[in-house]
DNA sequence: GCGACAG
DNA sequence: ATCTTGTCGC
């Protein structure tokens, strides 16, 4: 699986941002996709010991959760952890992850959030725009946004509110544990998202895709 | 200036 | 994220 397009890694702080300013333009926020055969789950663990990060991503067949095929790379971490400018650190090795994949997904789960940031354009919608494909960001915790805690049970949910726009969903996954925050990636409608997540995480906090991308990259990290 | 801050 | 003990809340 390839992206659609290419765009330099190498950057400032200050031209990762104007760069975001730029793509959040191209985020599509309606479901644009019939279909949903394959669903990819992508997670990246970071060995402070090599300075390396592990990206993993699993392909799951959307009816019976199955996984499909499944990919583990390690790269040197080049870019340091800045809150807002997560995906310039951790797509360079998702991508290398990605070039190995031979099922193209119609939907991929991220781990962390979508239009639920700053410059509405985290680390989801980045994938979704340089693949264009579908993408969902399910984030355990907040980046920006306010919100009233949802119901305790499951499939409660409170929008994530910054200033006057919805920005995303708080969802409980599960009755009586926290919730995560589900947002926009591209080309996809929050209802949608929200459902599908709800969808994924059945049996767990987070959906299933999640939780499979990062066991393996556990697997990985731990030896 | 201070606090908050995806993984 | 990773590393870690005791502590707090239900």
């Known amino acids: 699986m390839k992206p659609s397009f290419e765009h330099v890694w190498n950057l400032t702080e200050q031209e990762a941002i104007q760069l975001q300013t730029h793509l959040a333009k191209k985020v599509i926020s309606s479901d644009e996709f019939l279909t949903?055969?394959?669903?990819?789950?992508?997670?990246?663990a970071y060995s402070k010991y090599n300075n390396t990060l592990i990206a993993g991503i699993v392909i799951l067949d959307?009816?019976?959760?199955?996984?499909?095929?499944?990919?583990?790379?390690?790269?040197?971490?080049?870019?340091?952890?800045?809150?807002?400018?997560?995906?310039?650190?951790?797509?360079?090795?998702?991508?290398?992850?990605?070039?190995?994949?031979?099922?193209?997904?119609?939907?991929?789960?991220?781990?962390?959030?979508?239009?639920?940031?700053?410059?509405?354009?985290?680390?989801?919608?980045?994938?979704g725009v340089l693949y264009?494909?579908?993408?969902?960001?399910?984030?355990?915790?907040?980046?920006?946004?306010?919100?009233?805690?949802?119901?305790?049970?499951?499939?409660?949910?409170?929008?994530?509110?910054?200033?006057?726009?919805?920005?995303?969903?708080?969802l409980r996954t599960q009755t009586n544990v926290k919730p995560i925050f589900v947002s926009v990636g591209h080309k996809i409608s929050l209802p949608t998202a929200n459902q599908i997540v709800l969808q994924l995480a059945t049996k767990y906090r987070l959906p299933e895709t999640t939780r499979q991308a990062d066991q393996l990259v556990n697997a990985r990290l731990k030896r």
């Open 36 to 44: 949903i055969d394959y669903v990819a789950g992508v997670d990246v």
């Open 62 to 127: 959307m009816r019976s959760l199955d996984v499909t095929e499944s990919v583990v790379v390690e790269d040197d971490a080049s870019f340091p952890y800045i809150p807002g400018l997560f995906s310039f650190r951790e797509l360079p090795p998702v991508a290398k992850a990605f070039s190995q994949i031979k099922t193209v997904p119609q939907l991929v789960v991220c781990d962390g959030q979508g239009v639920a940031h700053p410059r509405r354009f985290g680390l989801a919608c980045h994938l």
């Open 132 to 170: 264009d494909i579908p993408t969902i960001g399910c984030g355990k915790t907040r980046l920006c946004g306010e919100y009233i805690e949802p119901s305790p049970e499951r499939g409660s949910s409170s929008p994530l509110i910054d200033q006057t726009e919805i920005i995303g969903n708080v």
